[in-house]
């Protein structure tokens, strides 16, 4: 189930910074975002980490917002999202190369996005003075009955810790399953669970949520 | 089940709703671009055979004059006496040592242990308001105690709400000085970045420290971490250590990871259950120590491993959480003392008593901090 996407640009071959570029080739999407080049069948992660610059253009493209979003969820904060993922991605840049796994980047490189986050806030000490911006966004008005109002969800995440608001991003926005989180934070895939499990019932405390 | 099931779905959606808010609308081409320039200056130097072929020349070249003319004398060492850590005398004031550090708002700044408590935003001090007489011995996240404070306008008392970690709330209980009591308690005072001062680091591996606080001093080695793998940033987390000193211990640590000693500081009855009663300080032997380890309720705790420590037997602890219990957090150890889940603890005996060393990490880089702590400890040497 793939999807051919072009790349977006006509890529010069070399260049006279020395970076390798990518020459124009069809890439082969998957779903997950990773993409394979056509010609030589290698992944944009294996390509940027041989310093191929317009395959990691590609990788910043196809992640970024996702790693935002999770960095976000972190955060609380939008700026402090776009620094911690900034940060992710000259780690990821520098550190493709030990990437285990080059063909599936993309746990990699939501959980640098998240330590990132964490980071950002320990070195800015401000995830307990969240800002909490009572006005809902647009289209917040048209929640079910029953949704979790997002002011209430943003002050429950301010009581979790770092570590935890990671957990929770990463299994509920990126959607990452308990074995691959358990593989990038060093648990099982059953202490994750349960680490979930008590995330989530703190969580349930926190917003008052007795039904 | 099904309850759970839906507040967890609902869960999921709300999050997926809220962090769609997020923007990450960026000109990704230029963001990569930016990095990828960034980095290339340093990677065009070090990639460049012909500049290292020249350097290499240099260096040969140098070393040749200088034997030449110097000749056999043995090389220079470097001198391995410590350099002290120059841990910075604390005001004898009585204060957790979660509330040390400066705290901004409103304009102003209060650090708790300066000889005057409030000074401008650019650190003037008012010596109006005076200096913290005494305060409470612990407090926790969200507990409560009191400091008096004095200065020109008199003594005032005020009750004091630590908020999380990061937050604190002054409540006047008496103090006639009006302009000190609307300034301390009509801010939230949050917590303001310390990073070590230039007195105390960074750390540089491989360099020997005096540990100066304790009541039988050490030096140390800081270690060196090999990162590896997918443990991006440790290294560099080494490099630009993030220590802290606190009233009862002295640590090192980043955002992923900690080394923190603890000593003289009252400690739960169960490490993971703050609402336990208190012991004055941690026990006193290595194997009392892991007595009081194993009987928590929310921690798997190995049998002591013997550490020679400078001759000494100490011992080593690996803890882990325990699926079925309650979360364990470290009670009321300072904070960033303790790593939920994935932990080590060293009990090292001292002259008077015993001191205890908690690190840990998150998982990915738990087997190098684990490494870089078994160094740190071996190459610790008692004055």
Redesign the interface.
């Known amino acids: 189930m793939c999807i051919i996407t072009r790349t977006a640009e006509s890529a010069e071959a070399g260049s006279a910074s020395g970076v390798k570029r990518s020459g124009p080739d069809r890439h082969l999407k998957d779903v997950s975002g990773d993409t394979l080049s056509a010609t030589t069948g290698r992944t944009d992660a294996e390509l940027a980490a041989d310093g191929d610059d317009i395959a990691f253009e590609r990788l910043v493209a196809a992640h970024q917002a996702e790693m935002v979003r999770v960095a976000y969820v972190i955060t609380c904060d939008q700026s402090l999202a776009n620094d911690a993922v900034q940060s992710a991605w000259t780690r990821a840049w520098r550190k493709l190369g030990s990437l285990r796994d080059q063909r599936r980047p993309r746990p990699w490189l939501l959980r640098i996005a998240a330590n990132e986050a964490r980071q950002v806030l320990r070195a800015r000490r401000r995830f307990s003075v969240v800002e909490i911006d009572p006005a809902l966004p647009a289209g917040s008005a048209a929640d079910p009955a029953g949704a979790i109002a997002r002011i209430d969800l943003v002050r429950a995440l301010a009581h979790l810790s770092p570590e935890d608001r990671a957990l929770l991003a990463l299994r509920y926005v990126a959607g990452l399953d308990a074995e691959e989180l358990g593989r990038l934070t060093g648990r099982t895939a059953s202490g994750t669970r349960a680490r979930l499990s008590r995330i989530t019932a703190r969580m349930r405390v926190e917003l008052g949520d007795d039904r | 089940m099904i ?2 099931m ?3 779905s ?17 000109d ?2 230029a ?3 930016s ?6 200056g340093r ?2 130097w070090l ?1 460049s055979g012909a500049r290292w072929a020249v350097i290499v020349a240099l260096l040969a070249t140098a070393a040749l004059v200088a034997t030449l003319v110097g000749g056999q004398r043995e090389r220079p060492r470097p001198i391995e006496e410590p350099r002290p850590a120059q841990v910075p005398n604390a005001r004898a004031v009585n204060l957790p040592a979660e509330l040390h550090g400066v705290w901004r708002g409103n304009g102003h700044r209060i650090d708790l242990r300066a000889d005057v408590l409030i000074s401008t935003e650019g650190g003037k001090p008012l010596p109006a308001y005076g200096a913290t007489l005494d305060a409470s011995r612990r407090v926790g996240l969200a507990d409560t105690f009191t400091v008096w404070v004095a200065g020109a306008c008199g003594v005032g008392a005020y009750r004091v709400v630590r ?5 604190l709330a002054f409540t006047a209980l008496s103090d006639p000085c009006v302009d000190r009591r609307a300034l301390l308690a009509s801010t ?1 005072w ?4 310390q990073r070590a001062g230039p007195e105390l680091g960074p750390f540089v591996p491989g360099q020997t420290y005096d540990s100066g606080i304790f009541t039988e001093p050490f030096s140390f080695v800081m270690p060196a971490v090999d990162g ?3 443990n ?2 440790l290294p560099e987390q080494f490099r630009a250590a993030w220590p802290e000193v606190s009233a009862g211990g002295l640590r090192f640590g ?3 990871w900690s080394m923190t000693f603890v000593d003289d500081l009252p400690v739960n009855s169960d490490l993971c259950d703050e609402t336990s009663p208190l012991l004055a300080d941690i026990p006193s032997t290595p194997q009392a120590v892991g007595q009081w380890l194993r009987s928590n309720r929310g921690a798997r705790v190995t049998e002591g491993t013997p550490v020679p420590v400078d001759g000494r037997a100490a011992l080593r602890f690996d803890l882990e ?1 325990t ?2 219990a ?2 364990c957090d470290g009670g009321r150890l300072p904070a960033g003392a303790f790593f ?3 932990a080590r603890a060293y009990a090292i005996p001292t002259v008077s008593d015993t001191i205890l060393l908690f690190g840990g990490a ?3 880089n ?2 190098a901090v684990k490494q870089a702590m078994d160094s740190f400890v071996r190459s610790m040497a008692f004055r």
């Open positions: 309850d759970e839906t507040f967890e609902r869960l999921a959606s709300a999050l997926r709703q809220f962090a769609a808010e997020a923007d990450g609308t960026v990704t081409t963001l990569a671009r990095i990828v320039a960034a980095d290339h990677r065009r990639g908020r999380h970690i990061d937050e939230a949050t917590y303001s970045d590896t793998g997918d991006v940033g980043g955002p992923w959480e699926v079925a309650p979360p939920p889940m994935l998150d998982g990915v738990l087997a």
